[in-house]
């Protein structure tokens, strides 16, 4: 357990608090809360898209029609979508009224 001098190394040391501890140790970084949003809100749609600026969505919309992009702008009546799957030389203004479904990928 100790070096040639009787000493304990710094290693040992931390496993044994890790050992003490019982494995309950958890640093803040290693779990990221997601942002909550309020269901029952008449604005829920344009909370989640205003979480998700800057990162792909897929939105299924009243008319069975899916699209897939990044959004960009979140307005109050419509939301912003660039690098549409399928259609990369376009971009989509879809209004919120018209959003059935947001479907977004979960963090890691």
Same mark, same amino acid.
């Given at each position: ?14 496993? /044994? ?5 019982? =494995?309950? @140790? !958890?640093?803040?970084?290693? *779990? $990221?809360?997601?942002? +909550? ?24 919309? /009243? ?5 897939? =992009?990044? @959004? !960009?702008?979140?307005?109050? *009546? $419509?939301?912003?979508? +660039? ?26």
């Amino acid at each position: 357990m100790g070096d040639r001098h009787g000493r304990i190394g710094f290693g040992l040391i931390v496993v /044994l608090w890790c050992v003490l501890a019982g =494995g309950n @140790v !958890t640093l803040p970084f290693a *779990q $990221a809360e997601e942002p +909550t949003v309020e269901l029952n809100s008449p604005e829920v749609l344009r909370q989640i898209f205003e979480q998700q600026v800057g990162k792909r969505v897929k939105v299924k919309l /009243l008319s069975g029609q899916d699209l897939d =992009g990044k @959004v !960009t702008k979140v307005g109050t *009546q $419509a939301v912003g979508l +660039t690098e549409l799957s399928g259609m990369e030389f376009f971009d989509a203004t879809v209004r919120l009224d018209q959003v059935a479904a947001v479907i977004v990928r979960r963090g890691k």
